[in-house]
C-alpha cells in the first residue's frame, strides 16, 4: 500500500485499473490550489454521489475540529465504538507513510482498490458536475463514499483545516468535538483565538452537544452555541479527569470511572470519553475499558526501539503541540538519564515554511533540553522549509552542533551511526518530517 513520493509520471487521467500512485499524482494536479477553502464545489458533487443523504440516513456521526489532539481524540472514540459492536468509520488526515491509512473501517486501513474504485467514482461524479476539486476534496468525498458503500454505523471525522469551510462539514454531525483553539494556520483562520474560534465552531448544527475540551472557551465558540442552541459539556466545568500511578479518573455529574491509561494523551482521551458519553450510542464502562487499552495512533508520543536505538516520534509542530509534547517528554528524559547517565539527546526535526518555526524552536530551546545534535533536512513537500531556514533560525537561538542531510529518508541511518545505545532520539516537526524518517526504518 505504499505510496511513493514520486509516481510513475500520468499522462492521461488514470483509471479501475490504474495503481493508486498515479491517482494521487493526478489528484495533486488537477485543481489550481493545494488548499481552497470553502464548500460551493463540494457539495453539488458530494451530492451527485448521494453523500450527504446517505449520512443522515444511516450513521451516527462524530465531527472532530481543533488546533491539536484531533488524531488522538478521534482515535480514542472511533476505538470505543469498535468495542461496542458498532461498525466504525474513521477518517483522519494527514497520513504518516502509506495514504490508506487516512481511510479506516474497524481499525484496519482499507486497501487500494477500495481507494482506486471510489476515486473513480468521485472523478466522475466530478466531471458530471463540471468542476475542479482539491486534492483534499477529492479525496475526502471519496473516503465518504466508501463509508457509505460499507454501511458503516459510526462515522468519526477528522476536519482537515479549520471547520466551518473543511470539505468534512459538508456532513451534519450528530455530536462535535472541538478539543482547543490555538493559533495556527492563521493565512486561512485568521490570527485570534476568536476568529479561529469562529472558523472551528462552523461544525455545530441546531440542537447537537458540542464537547469543548480546554477550559478556556473564546466568546465566538459561545456566540455559536447560544445561536443553535446546543448543550455544550465543558472540560473542567462539566467532566474532568485526575491521573494516578496506573490508571486515572473521569468524572462527570452522571459517572465516575477508573479508567486504564493509554498509550495516547490522556486530555485527549478524556474529551474522546466524553463524547461517547454524550452521544445517542449504547456505551459502557467495559466498552469505553477495552478501548482504551487497544487504542494506539502512530506518530503521536509514539516510542519505538528501531535498530538498538530509543526512538519518540511526534508530529507536533506548533506552539501548543510542542508544549505538550515538552511537558510529557521532559521526565521521560529525567528517568533516561538518572538510569543511563552517559546519555546524549540527538533531534531530528524538519518542518513546513508556513508553520512557526521560531516558536517551535524557541520552546525546545527554553525547554533547556541538553541537545547534542540537530539533525536537519528538507521536508519532500512544497510547503518546506529549506535547510538554510533552518538553520538560521537554530544558530539565532544559540543552537551549534548541527548536522544538515540531502533528505530526511537518509537521516535514520545516519543518526544510528552517530549515536550509542543509550542516546535516545526526537523526531519532531511535522507529519511529514515523521513519515519520511520512518518509512526506511521499519
Not at 7 to 15: A, D, E, Q, Y
Request: hydrophobic share 45%.
Amino acid at each position: 500500500m505504499n505510496t511513493p513520493s514520486t509516481p510513475t509520471t500520468v499522462v492521461n487521467p488514470p483509471n479501475q485499473s490504474s495503481p493508486l500512485s498515479d491517482w494521487i499524482y493526478y489528484m495533486q494536479q488537477i485543481h489550481v490550489s493545494a488548499i481552497d477553502m470553502g464548500l460551493s464545489r463540494v457539495l453539488p458533487v458530494a451530492n451527485h454521489l448521494g453523500l450527504i443523504q446517505s449520512a443522515k440516513d444511516d450513521a451516527y456521526v462524530f465531527t472532530v475540529a481543533g488546533t491539536n489532539g484531533k488524531g488522538s481524540t478521534t482515535a480514542v472514540i472511533s476505538e470505543i465504538c469498535q468495542q461496542a459492536g458498532y461498525n466504525t468509520a474513521l477518517y483522519q488526515s494527514p497520513h504518516l507513510i502509506d495514504f490508506n491509512e487516512r481511510v479506516r473501517i474497524n481499525g484496519q486501513p482499507v486497501g487500494d482498490q477500495v481507494l482506486i474504485e471510489a476515486f473513480y467514482e468521485v472523478e466522475q461524479a466530478r466531471l458530471a458536475c463540471d468542476l475542479t476539486l482539491s486534492f483534499f476534496e477529492m479525496t475526502t468525498l471519496a473516503a465518504m463514499l466508501i463509508f457509505a458503500q460499507a454501511d458503516c454505523d459510526v462515522w468519526v471525522l477528522e476536519v482537515g483545516l479549520g471547520g466551518r469551510l473543511d470539505v468534512v462539514n459538508i456532513i451534519n454531525p450528530d455530536l462535535a468535538v472541538i478539543t482547543n483553539i490555538g493559533i495556527d494556520h492563521v493565512d486561512w483562520l485568521g490570527d485570534t483565538r476568536e476568529k479561529i474560534g469562529f472558523e472551528k465552531a462552523g461544525i455545530l448544527r441546531e440542537g447537537i452537544p458540542l464537547i469543548y475540551g480546554e477550559p478556556d472557551m473564546p466568546q465566538s465558540v459561545m456566540d455559536k452555541i447560544q445561536q443553535l442552541g446546543c448543550p455544550y459539556y465543558q472540560v473542567g466545568k462539566d467532566y474532568d479527569f485526575t491521573e494516578q500511578d496506573e490508571v486515572w479518573q473521569f468524572s462527570s455529574a452522571s459517572i465516575s470511572m477508573q479508567l486504564p491509561k493509554p498509550k495516547l494523551s490522556l486530555i485527549n482521551s478524556n474529551n474522546a470519553v466524553a463524547a461517547v458519553l454524550a452521544s445517542e450510542l449504547t456505551i459502557t464502562p467495559e466498552h469505553i475499558k477495552s478501548g482504551l487499552q487497544a487504542v494506539k495512533l502512530a506518530g503521536r508520543f509514539d516510542a519505538r526501539e528501531i535498530a538498538q536505538r530509543q526512538w519518540l516520534f511526534d508530529v507536533a509542530h506548533n506552539e501548543r503541540g510542542m508544549t505538550f509534547l515538552l511537558s510529557q517528554f521532559q521526565p521521560m528524559w529525567q528517568q533516561h538519564k538518572a538510569d543511563h547517565p552517559a546519555a546524549e539527546l540527538h533531534i531530528v526535526f524538519s518542518m513546513l515554511a508556513d508553520k512557526d518555526i521560531d516558536q517551535v524552536v524557541e520552546l525546545l530551546v527554553d525547554s533547556k533540553l541538553p541537545i547534542k545534535t540537530w539533525h536537519v533536512a528538507m521536508i519532500d513537500h512544497p510547503r518546506a522549509a529549506e535547510v538554510e531556514q533552518l538553520i538560521a533560525v537554530l544558530q539565532k537561538n544559540n543552537q551549534q552542533n548541527i548536522v544538515s542531510y540531502e533528505n530526511l529518508a537518509i537521516i535514520g541511518e545516519k543518526v544510528i551511526a552517530a549515536t550509542g545505545t543509550e542516546d535516545p532520539i526526537l523526531v519532531c516537526g511535522s507529519f511529514h518530517t515523521i513519515g519520511e524518517v520512518l518509512q526506511p526504518l521499519i
